[in-house]
């Protein structure tokens, strides 16, 4: 049999979203970001970043999404410049086309996936060999977010959301209805402040305290099918600050607990994006078939997805 010719100079990463299945603010750390105990989940929309090696030291970002920039602020440039400066060689370049499917400023980790995916595609393109846990701790530089981005799946996540705990994701089949208002975003650190505002006074202040929910947090089984019947608003701390500021979150939970046979739903991270979780993939489909004009005229950008056991994930 004639070997399949593998093109080493190109490489697609893909670079899942996230929902948070449960999200609560602790308290204050000492470097100003809050201390957080929550569950992540991968899901299957996803942006694609297409990498081509070059002879030029350049890195160099399109997309085909105009609302984002191209330029050092962009955390895809930032992963990349960051990884070149860890293995100490500045003058590797490279080509990425980014297709942009997640919403922007949504509560979904796209930027930090897009990052995560950058690091884990030029990882194998530029044959660096860095190990999982290596580029987990560079990409803890980036945000929060990105070091779960890199495996996903299922994972309970502590500190900034950058201590991870991999949890079983046997609930693959559970189905997600996922909404977002395209007119507006949330800005991560005002959705903190606000929150800090607002329940600061309600903040554990040590050490002994967080572990203490920590291990709370430890014992549920977050693989117990049961966890998600309940149509209970699952804990999203941040929900209670950013729901009353952003009417478009209050108008999007109402319309998800308003749909037959949701199960959880909530807020996913700062918002505005939410989601209501289905017995499975079809389910969530047809009610999303069935809805489409509710969503419409709400003005909801609307998708079926299901949950992935993965993060990133590279093609030849
Ligand atoms: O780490 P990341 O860049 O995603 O954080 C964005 C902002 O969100 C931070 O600058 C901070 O204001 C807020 N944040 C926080 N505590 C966290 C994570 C984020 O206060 N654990």
């Known amino acids: 049999m004639v070997p399949s010719k593998v093109n080493d100079n190109f490489i697609t990463a893909v670079a899942n979203a996230k929902i948070n299945l449960h999200l609560e603010v602790?308290?204050?750390?000492?470097?100003?970001?809050?201390?957080?105990?929550?569950?992540?989940?991968?899901?299957?929309?996803?942006?694609?970043?297409?990498?081509?090696?070059?002879?030029?030291?350049?890195i160099n970002l399109k997309s085909n999404n105009n609302e984002i920039s191209n330029g050092e602020d962009n955390l895809i440039i930032k992963a990349a410049m960051l990884l070149r400066k860890?293995?100490?060689?500045?003058?590797?370049?490279?080509?990425?086309?980014?297709?942009?499917n997640i919403p922007i400023g949504a509560g979904l980790a796209g930027g930090s996936t897009d990052a995560a995916a950058t690091l884990v595609g030029l990882n194998k393109l530029w044959k660096l060999d860095l190990k999982i846990n290596e580029l987990e701790k560079i990409s803890k530089k980036i945000g929060s977010d990105v070091p779960f981005c890199i495996s996903g799946g299922r994972q309970i996540c502590f500190?900034?959301?950058?201590?991870?705990?991999?949890?079983?994701?046997?609930?693959?089949?559970?189905?997600?209805?996922?909404?977002?208002?395209?007119?507006?975003?949330?800005?991560?650190?005002?959705?903190?402040?606000?929150?800090?505002?607002e329940y600061g006074h309600t903040y554990l202040k040590d050490e002994r305290d967080f572990e203490i929910k920590r291990n709370t947090i430890r014992s549920i089984d977050w693989s117990d099918q049961s966890l998600f019947n309940t149509r209970?608003?699952?804990?999203?701390?941040?929900?209670?600050?950013?729901?009353?500021?952003?009417?478009?979150?209050?108008k999007?939970?109402?319309?998800?607990?308003?749909?037959?046979?949701?199960?959880?739903?909530?807020?996913?991270?700062?918002?505005?994006?939410?989601?209501?979780?289905?017995?499975?993939?079809?389910?969530?489909?047809?009610?999303?078939?069935e809805n489409f004009n509710e969503f419409e005229r709400a003005g909801l950008s609307a998708w079926a997805c299901s949950m992935m056991s993965n993060g990133v994930q590279l093609e030849n």
């Open 26 to 58: 602790l308290g204050l750390r000492t470097d100003g970001f809050h201390e957080l105990a929550m569950v992540m989940q991968s899901i299957n929309l996803s942006d694609r970043l297409n990498m081509t090696n070059t002879d030029e030291n350049k």
């Open 232 to 250: 209970r608003v699952i804990q999203n701390d941040l929900q209670k600050s950013v729901r009353p500021m952003a009417t478009e979150v209050d």
């Open 159 to 197: 500190g900034r959301g950058e201590v991870l705990e991999k949890l079983e994701c046997n609930q693959l089949e559970l189905g997600i209805i996922l909404v977002k208002d395209p007119s507006i975003q949330v800005s991560t650190p005002v959705a903190y402040k606000k929150y800090k505002e």
């Open 86 to 100: 860890e293995v100490g060689n500045t003058q590797l370049g490279v080509d990425i086309e980014l297709e942009k």
């Open 252 to 289: 999007s939970l109402k319309i998800l607990s308003g749909l037959p046979s949701s199960r959880l739903v909530s807020m996913s991270g700062s918002g505005p994006s939410c989601f209501a979780l289905f017995p499975n993939y079809d389910d969530a489909n047809k009610v999303l078939e």
